[in-house]
């Protein structure tokens, strides 16, 4: 008896030890790590601006207070250093690279190509054909707003003669003279438009030379899309011998010439940064983003130094360019 008990709790220690040697062993789950993004902006200016750079550089500040995110950006850098800039911050760990200006789209687009896994976001005047998965595309559509500044200046004018000054003759401005000249058009109104270049978004200099040319040819009204170089167009205005007023473009500059200043057509970055970044965060790596009056663009209002008949009308105007009921056409045609 005694052995037989010997011999069955030896026949349970072995049966024991096989079970044990012969279950699958336990697999370690970890939760899933939720991806951590950091953001690199390149501006083509300096964030003092109080320009287009300025505007960008909100749009990085409210990004990072609103989701925590790591940025850094690099300011006045030139195309042919914008390769060589993304490069450095993807060596960083930088995972969204967001190109500020319609000048470094095309670096941009191929550096997408060439780096699958990092996120780029650039801007320009028309969209990407065989854009890259990884590429955003905002479409800035000046050309929308400057309808809008068309229609004031045209029923502001007292002289009937409005004149359009931009900096370089590119795409985009091209786009925004055509919109101008439509919005006159659909007007009815009789008033000319005088379609002038500075030769430079940022030269006060040459932009007040260029404003004095125009006033003395009796425009009374002239629609800057200049930069820096705006600040020489205030000087003119200011120191014409007839009143002249001007609208200008990104950022409320009303405190520069109070009493020549109509409006300005407002451009923000924050909203769309934001809600790109969310959408990158969802999955989705690319796509296209036009800017618009939903999107980022406004009047900025009350206008200023105008009859009360005018703000009536353009009441009407904005709410119909808000809904989609006008209709502008993107026309980026040379001028001659």
Known sequence: MKKSRI????????????????????????APTTKIYKLAAIFPGVITDADYNTLAYEGIVALKTATGIETAYSESVAVPDVDRV???????????????????????????????DVVFIAEGDAALENSPANLWFIDRNFHVGYYGIGAIAARTTKTGK?????????????????????AVKDSGLDVEVKLVWAGDFNDPTKARQV??????????????????????VFESVKAAATPVLVTVK????????????????????????????????????????????????????????????????????IADLNSGKIEVVKDSSEIK
């Open 86 to 116: 993304m490069r450095e911050y993807i060596d960083a760990g930088f995972n969204i690279i967001w190109t500020h200006g319609g000048q470094f789209v095309t670096q941009t687009a191929d550096l997408a190509v060439q780096f699958p």
């Open 211 to 232: 404003a004095d040319a125009l006033i003395a040819e009796g425009v009374d009204v002239i629609m800057s899309s200049l930069n820096l170089g705006v600040f020489g």
């Open 7 to 30: 011999l069955l709790l030896t026949l349970v220690v072995l049966l024991s030890i096989l079970t044990t040697q012969c279950a699958p062993a336990a697999v370690a789950t970890e």
């Open 250 to 317: 990104y950022t409320d500059k009303s405190s520069y010439a109070p009493d020549n200043y109509i409006t300005s057509l407002i451009y923000d970055f924050s909203g769309p940064l934001t809600d790109i970044y969310n959408k990158v965060v969802a999955g989705e790596t690319g796509g296209y983003y036009p800017l618009g009056f939903a999107t980022g663009v406004k009047f900025n209002t009350p206008l200023m130094n105008v009859d009360a008949s005018v703000i009536s009308q353009m009441d009407t105007v």
């Open 162 to 182: 409005i004149g359009y000054l931009g900096g370089l003759t590119l795409p985009f401005s091209y786009a925004e003279a055509h919109a101008v000249q439509q």
